[in-house]
């Protein structure tokens, strides 16, 4: 099976890219602050559902048949840059506010549509793609042992990690909104920040070159 040295740094990368602000992020800070805990909890769910669908995907082939057409990929690539920039405009847009400032004019929804929105934020998530694709078979030694076992050994240490710090950021949501709703300015600074992080990753992503 896969080397332990091999497992963590895999880890480490999964690490990295659940910290950097994005999609998942925001609507799982966004449910959180307004509806609490468990809607967090529900939607993160979803979150995590999105995960293993890649996962299987990935296993069977069709990340990697979607990757070799190139229409597709560049489908992807600009429905993920678009949809990033999108969420970049609506922080800093006149009248935006901050995910970590409580809102009541955002609809309730139930456990059913907040696991669904959560799957598909996640699905729609151009980043994870990569992920799996780009990232996921440099840490594959076919020396090893049975390829599709260390494939499903490291998805599923991907989806741990990323079910860890999504679940710290359920749970510290409300907590962070505290904090920030008695510094206005620092509010205003988070907002310029996220939309500037999500701006540079849909920069990034159609600027990436397609897996070779």
């Known amino acids: 099976m896969i080397a332990s040295a091999a497992l963590a740094g895999f880890a480490l990368v999964a690490l990295g890219m659940v910290c950097t602000p994005g999609p998942n992020m925001i609507y799982l800070l966004t449910r959180s602050i307004m509806q609490g805990r468990l809607a967090g909890f529900i939607s993160l769910l979803g979150v995590v559902l999105g995960f293993v669908v890649y996962m299987i995907s990935a296993a069977l082939g069709v990340t990697a048949l979607l990757f070799a057409v190139p229409f597709a990929y560049g489908v992807l690539q600009w429905a993920g840059a678009l949809y990033l920039l999108w969420l970049a405009w609506n922080a800093i847009k006149p009248g935006a506010r901050s995910v970590l400032e409580p809102r009541r004019d955002l609809k309730v929804d139930g456990p059913g549509r907040l696991f669904a929105m959560g799957f598909l934020t996640n699905l ?89």
């Open 124 to 212: 729609l998530n151009p980043k994870i793609a990569i992920l799996y694709l780009s990232l996921l078979p440099q840490f594959i030694d076919p020396t090893k042992g049975h390829v599709l076992a260390q494939g499903v050994l490291l998805g599923l240490t991907q989806i741990a990690v990323s079910f860890t710090v999504n679940l710290a950021i359920v749970f510290a949501a409300g907590t962070l909104a505290r904090w920030f709703a008695t510094r206005p300015s620092w509010l205003k600074l988070q907002r310029w920040v996220m939309a500037s992080v999500l701006a540079g990753l849909a920069v990034r992503l159609v600027m990436d070159r397609r897996p070779a």
